[in-house]
């Protein structure tokens, strides 16, 4: 899929401020973008149609818009967010020996937003901040489309047949079962799913605070995370969740103290 070059254009001028003086002119622009001036002139116009530029007549220049601020208002509430769920997961990876991971949608993959290894245990998975995993096949991709409408996996799922038509009719039917299982128990449940030898378990997650389709997923090699150990796992998540999705203090859930925003 293509990405459109006048929104790749703007989005390149925006970011023309990230290192720069407040107020950038157009042929400052110019020289940071490499943009032609006139494609320049006319993206500006068009930004500051829209509130992400204000223009000075007094410094004849532009500076950022008090829309860019509510975009950053959003990516600051996702960063809060995380920073007072990390604790408790990491407490849960510790406990419990496992790799904890909270992903998000984005786009036909899962982004892991943060990632916790248990301390006591040497071996982890490959999973890092910003790792990408499959929808399709995997615990945490499942949860994650199980939190989506009817019509929002409608939407989506002939993105996910285009690139994996091969083995779609194995990793629908998965899907499926998945899903019944989410419908039913709230949880999916991987054994050697993704990987032979890793197990996983996930809850959906969809807060309607961050309003995102999200998972939380506790996975380790086989020796490590039993399927008899899964019911220990998710009757300490399940509380967590359930605070999310409704937009309460996670701190309620957990017991444990969050850390009031500076």
């Known amino acids: 899929m293509s990405i459109s070059t006048a929104l790749s254009r703007g989005l390149s001028l925006l970011a ?12 400052d622009l110019t020289a940071r973008t490499g943009l032609p001036a006139p494609t320049v002139a006319r993206l500006a116009k068009s930004l500051r149609a829209m509130g992400l530029l204000h223009y000075s007549s007094t410094h004849r220049r532009f500076r950022l818009g008090a829309r860019v601020l509510t975009l ?3 990516v600051h509430r996702e ?5 007072a769920m990390r604790p408790l997961l990491q407490s849960l990876a510790d406990r419990h020996r496992v790799h904890v991971s909270l992903a998000v949608l984005e786009g036909t993959d899962a982004l892991c937003l943060e990632v916790c290894h248990s301390a006591s245990t040497l071996l982890t998975l ?6 990408r995993i499959p929808l399709l096949g995997t615990a945490t991709g499942h949860a994650i489309l ?3 409408s009817e019509a929002e996996r409608k939407g989506i799922m002939p993105l996910l047949k285009a690139r994996d038509r091969e083995t779609w009719p194995a990793l629908f039917a998965g899907l499926e079962r998945a899903l019944e299982e989410a419908a039913e128990t709230g949880t999916i449940r991987s054994l050697g799913g993704w990987h032979p030898d890793i197990n996983a378990v996930a ?15 506790c996975a380790a090699p086989a ?4 399927e008899e150990t899964f019911a220990a796992i998710i009757d300490e998540l399940m509380p967590l969740v359930a605070s999310l999705a409704s937009g309460q203090d996670i701190s309620r859930s957990s017991g ?3 850390a009031e925003d500076q």
């Open 16 to 27: 023309a401020f990230a290192e720069a003086p407040v107020w950038l002119s157009n042929s």
């Open 79 to 83: 960063t809060r967010f995380i920073a």
């Open 203 to 217: 809850i959906p997650l969809r807060s309607s605070a961050l309003g995102g389709a999200m998972s939380i997923t």
């Open 126 to 131: 490959r999973l890092e901040v910003g790792s």
């Open 72 to 74: 950053g208002c959003g």
């Open 146 to 148: 199980a939190t989506l």
């Open 223 to 226: 020796r490590h995370l039993p």
């Open 256 to 258: 444990r103290p969050v």
